[in-house]
């Protein structure tokens, strides 16, 4: 029988050694490369999310100069005509075209009026003595129809009394619940609980807070009121939405207007128009009979407007809400909404509530 050499098979084995600590040198090769390649992405990704942040945030930022030369221009439109006048015939009213951006993606936006819409700080009047309508201010009454006409949500009379009692109460700065309002002792006892604010609201968003006011309730109220400003001005009569123009009631009833005649009132506000609250208040509309206390409620020009600006830039987009006030010539913020960066979305965000 014939052995191995002993060298042989030393040989054989430092062979066997030096394959195992290369293919160990290679999976840990293989490691280092796929973490850096993963940081490498990473940091890439990280640098162009922060590039395209920074390059929408100006875009937007450049549409709110936009928006602010507008109602300058506006402003002094207006001052040359010489009665101060807003509605949906001016430019600043105006829905302009998608703006294509250099680097293939694209800018829009739009301004609304938020004096057309109803402001909920008005509802602070102090309760009243009467029956019926006669028991809440004009305001109040105007709200009052205004949730009885609510578009895809039910609201009767009881439910509309409650509401406007709470929202009422929500506001003031007592303690002492209306006739059908909320205070402190009906918040407490909820899981969680919390207290009202009995200040003035500072969003829209605070109603869903407010006793009685559901979710959808909430939904279909929320792109017919505002908060600006915090003590109310008068309602824009060129602007109002539809839902408002039902409100308007001015037989002292608290019975929406049918949705026909609004829809009337709501066709002559960009043509013809009407010439001043005295003609709107005229109209067949109304039964040509209008209340003194009605019309203390409106008026024809805007000082509170919202801005809305979207940019998309590689399929990432922004959003931007401005509430923005006008004093002549002088264009300030009061308040932004930034909805951050996003992958491009087959529909757009919910509106926020400034």
């Known amino acids: 029988m014939r052995f191995p050499r002993t060298g042989a098979m030393r040989v054989r084995r430092e062979r066997g050694v030096a394959l195992i600590v290369a293919l160990m040198v290679f999976a840990l090769c293989s490691v280092v490369l796929v ?16 590039a395209i942040a920074e390059q929408s945030w100006a875009y937007l930022r450049g549409a709110e100069e936009i928006a602010f030369l507008t109602l300058a221009l506006d402003h002094d439109a207006d001052t040359t005509r010489g009665t101060p006048r807003d509605d949906l015939t001016e430019i600043w009213a ?13 800018m829009s936006g739009g301004l ?13 009047a102090p309760p009243g003595t009467g029956e019926g309508a006669q028991a809440y201010s004009a305001s109040q009454q105007v709200f009052i129809r205004l949730l009885q006409s609510l578009d895809g949500v039910e609201v009767d009379r009881f439910l509309a009394l409650a509401i406007t009692d ?85 037989d002292g009833s608290l019975e929406p207007l049918p949705l026909s005649d609004a829809q009337v009132l709501h066709s002559y506000q960009e043509e013809p128009g009407f010439a001043d609250v005295q003609d709107f208040l005229q109209q067949p509309a109304f039964g040509g009979s209008p209340t003194t206390a009605i019309a203390s409620l409106l008026g024809e020009s805007s000082s509170y407007f919202l801005m809305t600006s979207r940019v998309v830039i590689a399929d990432r987009e922004r959003w931007l809400y401005s509430v923005l006030r006008r004093e002549a010539r002088q264009v300030d913020v009061l308040q932004r909404i930034n909805l951050g960066l996003y992958d491009l979305p087959q529909q757009p965000p919910a509106e926020p509530s400034p």
């Open 94 to 106: 105006q829905d302009p075209d998608p703006f294509a951006l250099d680097e293939g993606g694209w």
């Open 166 to 250: 709470s929202v009422a109460d929500w506001i003031d700065g007592d303690d002492e619940p209306r006739r059908n309002g909320a205070e402190s002792t009906f918040y407490v006892s909820l899981d969680p609980s919390y207290r009202p604010a009995n200040r003035p609201f500072v969003s829209v968003s605070e109603l869903r807070a407010v006793a009685n006011v559901t979710p959808d309730i909430f939904r279909a109220l929320r792109p017919l009121v505002t908060v600006w400003p915090q003590t109310p001005l008068p309602l824009n009569i060129h602007t109002a939405p539809l839902g408002v123009l039902r409100a308007l009631n001015v």
């Open 35 to 50: 973490a850096m390649e993963r940081d490498f992405d990473v940091n890439y990704r990280r640098e162009a999310n922060s």
């Open 112 to 124: 609304e009026d938020l004096q057309g819409r109803f402001n909920l700080n008005s509802l602070v």
